[in-house]
């Protein structure tokens, strides 16, 4: 793994860099330091370019000279890997620093850690006693009601450190996506810079608000939807309509890598399931991509055009208001609100395609006429979205 070294290391090792006289290891330290250094850069391109010609006529090459300075720089760069390799000895000491402080409260029974993102997280069996868990990163924070876990008979010394990792993982990824993928939606990136507050209980709500420098969620059994709840919060929203569960869906499952349910449940049982060979004709797998993840958002929306809907869940099949995050007055005027969640998700999807995941994010977080924001009417988008859907997941359609 590269190294960031520093200017004056770099810089006393590019004449054994230009020279190709590096170990491959310190080559790429420095090859990695040049990509992000303009000034070092520039320093290596006046070594490498050539020396001017002369007229031998009027200067005698002083080769001894050349072979002093040679001498020197092979000299300074045995001193610049000194300091180096002394430098990795003080980062790797850091890093086994690093290592997270777990300890366990008895008197009230409860598991507290303390770690850094990149934690490798082994938990005592000390686990199994507690009733809860309180554990800090950087990213995120969470306490955790452990009876949540144990009633679904989950090994805690097994599944939580996984889940701990994925959390952290997913909330990390979320807030860089936003903040490399936005180049005018501003506010969705600014508000994913908080620190997130995440609190699962028996009964817990499923709410969020949000402060200054945080992030607060409440979840209950359904801890998994984790990615869900926080992407709603960062929208901002109180009044949830498809346009928001689409995106949270589509962001927090079909782009983030770390989603809790797929690696919960997907693909279990799916050759059952009415979705299955629409699932196969898209090019789904069974491994529980966010590719894959996008293709079932796409593959449930075919059945439900072409079957109905009520058929599975809520979130597969059922109209969006019906479901239980679903709330305020306007939630049965907007067209949209008779698709499930996958669906609203595909749709999310397509949009984003044609449109840009700016446009799509600022008219999710805004709330703006759908008009307005894409320039087409509903009825218009989801034709073009229903059309694709059938050429694609069609009979006999593949990709």
């Known amino acids: ?38 000034e070092c850069r520039a320093f290596c391109q006046q070594m490498a370019s050539p020396e001017p010609e002369i007229d031998e006529d009027i200067v005698e090459v002083d080769y001894l000279q050349k072979i002093r300075r040679r001498r020197r720089n092979v000299l300074a760069c045995a001193l610049a ?40 997280l082994k938990l005592p069996e000390t686990v199994n006693e507690a009733k809860e868990l309180d554990a800090q990163f950087d990213s995120f924070h969470t306490k955790v009601n452990l009876s949540v876990l144990r009633d679904e008979d989950e090994d805690l010394a097994a599944y939580l450190p996984g889940y701990l990792g994925r959390t952290n993982e997913s909330i990390k990824f979320i807030k860089s996506y936003l903040r490399e993928a936005l180049k005018e939606e501003k506010e969705l990136a600014d508000r994913a810079d908080k620190v997130v507050e995440l609190t699962v209980l028996p009964e817990g709500r499923y ?11 409440e979840i209950g059994r359904f801890y998994w939807h984790r990615e869900e709840l926080y992407i709603l919060a960062l929208l ?11 995106y949270a869906w589509y962001l927090g499952a079909a782009i983030d890598p770390y989603n809790e ?108 006429p759908f008009a307005e924001a894409f320039g087409t009417d509903w009825q218009t988008a989801y034709d073009g979205w229903t059309g694709w859907i059938m050429d694609t997941y069609g009979s006999g359609s593949g990709r």
């Not at 709410?207 to 969620?217: F, G, K, Y």
Request: net charge negative; aromatic share 10%; hydrophobic share 35%.
């Open 1 to 38: 793994m590269s190294r960031e070294l520093p200017c004056y290391i770099v810089k006393d090792l590019l004449p054994m860099y230009t020279e190709d006289l590096l170990t491959p290891e310190s080559r790429e330290d420095v090859r990695c330091h040049l990509e992000g250094c303009g």
């Open 81 to 120: 890997l000194i300091v180096l390799i002394t430098a990795g000895a003080f980062i790797h000491g850091r890093v086994q620093a690093a290592k997270a402080q777990v300890r366990y409260d008895e008197a009230t029974k409860t598991m507290v850690i303390y770690g850094k993102d990149d934690t490798n």
């Open 207 to 217: 709410t969020w608000s949000e402060a200054e420098d945080r992030i607060e969620l």
């Open 236 to 246: 901002g929203n109180k009044c949830v309509q498809w346009k928001q569960l689409g």
């Open 261 to 368: 349910l797929s690696v919960r449940s997907f693909a279990q049982g799916m050759e059952e399931e009415p979705y299955y060979d629409a699932y196969v004709r898209g090019g789904g797998g069974a491994e529980p991509t966010p590719e894959n993840y996008k293709i079932l958002m796409d593959a449930v929306s075919y059945v439900c055009l072409t079957k109905g809907m009520g058929w599975g869940t809520a979130y597969e099949s059922e109209p969006l208001r019906t479901t239980r995050v679903y709330s305020g007055p306007s939630k049965q005027l907007d067209p949209g609100n008779e698709m499930s969640v996958f669906m609203a998700s595909s749709l999310i999807a397509y949009l984003s395609e044609q449109y840009g995941f700016d446009t799509v994010s600022e008219f999710c977080r805004a709330d703006r």
